[in-house]
T-cell receptor, first 117, second 112 residues
Framework: DTEVTQTPKHLVMGMTNKKSLKCEQH?????MYWYKQKAKKPPELMFV???????INESVPSRFSPECPNSSLLNLHLHALQPEDSALYLCASSHRLAGAKLSYEQYFGPGTRLTVT | GNSVTQMEGPVTLSEEAFLTINCTYT??????LFWYVQYPGEGLQLLLK?????DKGSNKGFEATYRKETTSFHLEKGSVQVSDSAVYFCALSDRSGSRLTFGEGTQLTVNP
């Protein structure tokens, strides 16, 4: 099973709202990622959690706040977003230990389509 | 730093045509290489991978060979179908595995 799930699928929010995106995986992966993808562009890395600790923050504005409650869950809390934050937000996971071999491929969820009005 | 260069799209083919999407990379050390596919309205799906020189990744009729001497990982398929219409991303991962570097993506449209 290589499934990463994300909720909600679509989200429309005003600039004063607070909302959260959720991501879940049950593959035993110990690294989880948030990406932002604009139309016709590759995903841009936002955050990386490794063993439930934030290891990379790509200078993302503080209106985006990640959280990793446990090894299977990843949240992205949103507050006071701007219209230019409208995008597809993708979650991914990786680093499955298969015997002694570390796998580096990342598995992506279906994404949350966010519209900020 | 690491970088990935893909052939520019869009690419339009007729069903059963041969597909090549070129991908070259610049990286230090020995990266792992990937092809991801993104269907309209969906997330990225891992299509195939190669982790060392001369490895050939294959899946669903698609193939790509890790060529260290030419720093390339070209995607090929012998006979495309309408259902292959999607955006294809070439990507590399350094040995830490923490970062994927993506190419700009190639839009493929297959007409019946």
């Amino acid at each position: 099973d290589t499934e990463v799930t994300q909720t909600p699928k679509h989200l429309v929010m005003g600039m004063t709202n607070k909302k959260s995106l959720k991501c879940e995986q049950h593959m035993g992966h110990r690294a989880m990622y948030w990406y932002k993808q604009k139309a016709k562009k590759p995903p841009e890395l936002m955050f990386v959690y490794s063993y439930e600790k934030l290891s990379i923050n790509e200078s993302v504005p503080s209106r985006f706040s990640p959280e990793c409650p446990n090894s299977s869950l990843l949240n992205l809390h949103l507050h006071a977003l701007q219209p230019e934050d409208s995008a597809l937000y993708l979650c991914a996971s990786s680093h499955r230990l298969a015997g002694a071999k570390l796998s580096y491929e990342q598995y992506f969820g279906p994404g949350t389509r966010l519209t900020v009005t | 730093g690491n970088s990935v260069t893909q052939m520019e799209g869009p690419v339009t083919l007729s069903e059963e045509a041969f597909l090549t999407i070129n991908c070259t990379y610049t990286a230090t050390g020995y990266p792992s290489l990937f092809w991801y596919v993104q269907y309209p309205g969906e997330g990225l799906q891992l299509l195939l991978k190669a982790t060392k020189a001369d490895d050939k990744g294959s899946n669903k009729g698609f193939e790509a060979t890790y060529r260290k001497e030419t720093t390339s990982f070209h995607l090929e398929k012998g006979s495309v179908q309408v259902s292959d219409s999607a955006v294809y991303f070439c990507a590399l991962s350094d040995r830490s595995g923490s970062r994927l570097t993506f190419g700009e993506g190639t839009q493929l449209t297959v007409n019946p």
